[in-house]
């Protein structure tokens, strides 16, 4: 029995050792996206086909739309940290701004089931509010951003396509390029 737990404990540690690497891109083990294929089909096997190939394409535009989201939010988290240290929210961020996103982070907390990530309180700034912060800490942000009707632009935009895509709402292949473009802009503008 001692030699089953030594057994199960390392390959637990392995797990865990493997992660950030996962993460990064490196294939360790079994081939992850085999099973993530399998497991897509068969969560999705009780709905139509059309559904189904609807959810599939639009997927793609909700791995773009939350990456280039979290990007903006760790962007300003790090040049607000970087300008105000670690007081940075309370010190950059509009009251209204933190008033909200602290009533919803403990809503959240007090009221929720759900145990995901709760723990900045960006995550809980409306998308919308994101170009406000950058404006309103513009001092910080002119070195990469082109102008504040630029960014206050692009976020909008954006947000407009979020809300559709965070609604179940179908858009169309030419909306998909453009959503790219967007993402493209912002990336070759920012460094990404």
Not at 22 to 40: K, N
Request: charged share 30%.
């Amino acid at each position: 029995m001692d030699d089953l737990r030594q057994w199960l404990f390392r390959a637990m540690m392995f797990e865990a050792d493997c992660e950030p690497l996962r993460a990064a891109g490196i294939r360790i083990g079994a081939d992850q996206r085999e099973f993530e294929v399998s497991l897509m089909d068969e969560t999705l096997r009780p709905f139509s086909v059309s559904l189904r190939n609807d959810a599939l394409r639009m997927t793609r535009l909700y791995a773009l739309v939350y990456c280039f989201e979290n990007s903006v939010r760790q962007l300003i988290q790090e040049r607000l940290e970087e300008a105000s240290g670690s007081e940075w929210w309370e010190k950059c961020v509009p009251q209204k701004i933190r008033t909200q996103a602290e009533s919803r982070q403990k809503k959240d907390t007090e009221n929720s089931w759900l145990e995901g990530d709760k723990g900045s309180l960006l995550l809980y700034t409306e998308f919308g509010h994101l170009a406000d912060i950058v404006v309103a800490n513009w001092v910080h942000f002119q070195d990469l951003i082109p102008t504040q009707h630029w960014i206050k632009q692009r976020l909008e935009e954006m947000e407009q396509a979020r809300n559709f895509i965070a609604h179940n709402r179908r858009l169309l292949p030419g909306e998909f390029a453009r959503l790219e473009a967007y993402v493209g802009d912002w990336n070759r503008q920012v460094g990404v």
